[in-house]
Every structure is written in structure tokens, then in C-alpha cells.
């Protein structure tokens, strides 16, 4: 037995309305229309660089600027690590040290 094709799928019927575009138009998805482009904005002012010192920095020197970036990214570096804990005992240990030391001496007080 030769197995039959089947028979071919009715093409669907398109409801009246506006043509199909042609080669080359575009087609715009129904909507609102566009909107009218923002109008031109004239920028006064532009830096000449994301890192240019604030104006009421500008009167310190440049190595102070500097110093104090890295003390900042150390002591930041310090925080994430979890130092924060090991200059709190320190100066726990610091201050048992100088109780005791005021009683009994320095070497007793380290003992």
C-alpha cells in the first residue's frame, strides 16, 4: 500500500483593510504617533576630566591630595578585611596593659 499525501492546507483568507507594504516601504506597528524629538541642550560647562579637583580642594597641594586618597583606600582596604576587630583588640590590650602597669610596673603589666 502507498501511503496517500495529505491533502493541502487552505490558505488563509486576509480581511479587508489597508494594503501590504511594498519592496522597500517600512511598516510601523499601530500606536500613538512618534513623539517629536527632545529639543537641543546646550551644555555650558564640561570638565575636563572626571578627577579634576573641586574648587574648594584646589587651594591644597597636590601631594596632601594624594597622601589622603591612600590613607583612604588603605583604611577602606583594612575595613573589607575585617581590621577594624584587630585595631579594637589592640587597643583593648593597650589600655589592660596600662591598668596593669600602673599598679605593678611595665613588666609585670605585660606579664
Known amino acids: 500500500m502507498v501511503p496517500q499525501r495529505p491533502p493541502p492546507l487552505p490558505v488563509p ?34 570638565p575636563d576630566s572626571r578627577f579634576d579637583t573641586p574648587s ?23 575595613h573589607l578585611c575585617g581590621g577594624h576587630w584587630g585595631v579594637m583588640q589592640v587597643i583593648a590590650w593597650s589600655n589592660m596593659i596600662v591598668d596593669y602597669s600602673a599598679q605593678d610596673g611595665l613588666i609585670e603589666g605585660a606579664k
Open 13 to 46: 483568507h486576509r480581511p479587508p483593510g489597508p494594503p501590504l507594504a511594498s519592496a522597500g516601504q517600512t511598516l510601523r506597528a499601530p500606536g500613538p504617533p512618534p513623539r517629536d524629538p527632545p529639543p537641543d541642550i546646550t551644555i555650558t560647562h564640561l
Open 56 to 78: 574648594h580642594l584646589s587651594h591644597s597641594s597636590p601631594a596632601l591630595n594624594r597622601f589622603l586618597r591612600i590613607l583612604v583606600a588603605v583604611l577602606g582596604c583594612l
